[in-house]
């Protein structure tokens, strides 16, 4: 009996390991119906990939193309200096629907979201979903691409947070404009309740008076800020989410 078991234990192991080589890679079986990731498969996640599988961007809400394209200017604006505060990046998906979150707050350097939460668009760029964006003043749109948030003031909305577009083309008309950071009471989750999106304003990314000034506080004074949307000309246009060759090894 003992001879026959190690008999039968030595055509197992011999099994396993010529497995590989009658099933390569993802077709062996062993490992197809294995709950361990094989270290090939590991080793080709990238540091965009581990950023968003640690902080569960995913099913928090946030767009992957959001995310990648967000990383992608946010690293050129931190090469030149444009950044006093490189630990966040915020993104306000905008090819999301207004009754959903999609807003993200993200601590880069701890991999932490700090805020998922609701954001408006301005009223001449759709109902629930953006469709048009603007650079115009009076346009009453929303302005896409990447901005350096400034100070805080007293305004017409209360305490506010200044912006200052860095696209030329997209929304550098932002202070022009007074496209801010504010308060609005449009901007809740009752209002996605009784109506199934929130309100909209003249192109402000308008927040929830019960969360706007712990986001204020919290991304003022330098950080980066990016609205994204399903805009093909920005897509095609941006300077800053084509990444600089002195950029690739980052």
């Not at 050129?76 to 006093?84: E, Y």
């Not at 083309?169 to 309740?193: L, P, Q, T, W």
């Not at 986001?215 to 330098?222: A, L, M, P």
Request: hydrophobic residues 35%.
């Amino acid at each position: 009996m003992y001879l026959l078991n190690k008999y039968f234990l030595t055509i197992v192991a011999m099994f396993l390991i010529n497995s590989s080589s009658l099933f390569p890679g993802r077709n062996n079986v062993f490992f197809r119906h294995s709950s361990v990731m094989p270290l090939s498969d590991t080793a080709k996640l990238s540091k965009n990939d581990s950023l968003f599988i640690s902080m569960n961007l995913g099913k928090l809400g946030l767009g992957r193309r959001a995310f990648d394209y967000g990383l992608l200017g946010y690293n050129v604006l931190k090469t030149k200096g444009k950044l006093n505060n490189d630990r966040l990046l915020t993104i306000a998906d905008m090819s999301m629907p207004s009754g959903k979150k999609r807003l993200f707050v993200m601590d880069l350097k701890n991999s932490k979201v700090l805020f998922v939460t609701y954001v408006a668009h301005g009223k001449n760029s759709g109902l629930d979903k953006t469709f048009y964006f603007s650079n115009q003043p009076e346009s009453n749109k929303s302005s896409v691409g990447f901005y350096t948030t400034l100070s805080t003031y007293q305004g017409a909305h209360g305490y506010s947070l200044r912006l200052e577009g860095q696209e030329i083309g997209f929304n550098n008309n932002a202070m022009e404009r007074d496209i801010v950071v504010h308060s609005a009471n449009y901007v809740s989750e009752s209002v996605v309740k009784s109506q199934g999106y929130i309100g909209r304003s003249l192109g402000c990314p308008a927040l929830s008076p019960a969360i706007y000034k712990s986001v204020i506080d919290k991304i003022k004074n330098g950080t980066c800020l990016f609205i994204y949307g399903n805009d093909s000309s920005y897509i095609v246009n941006s300077k800053l989410i084509k990444r600089p060759a002195k950029l690739e090894k980052n």
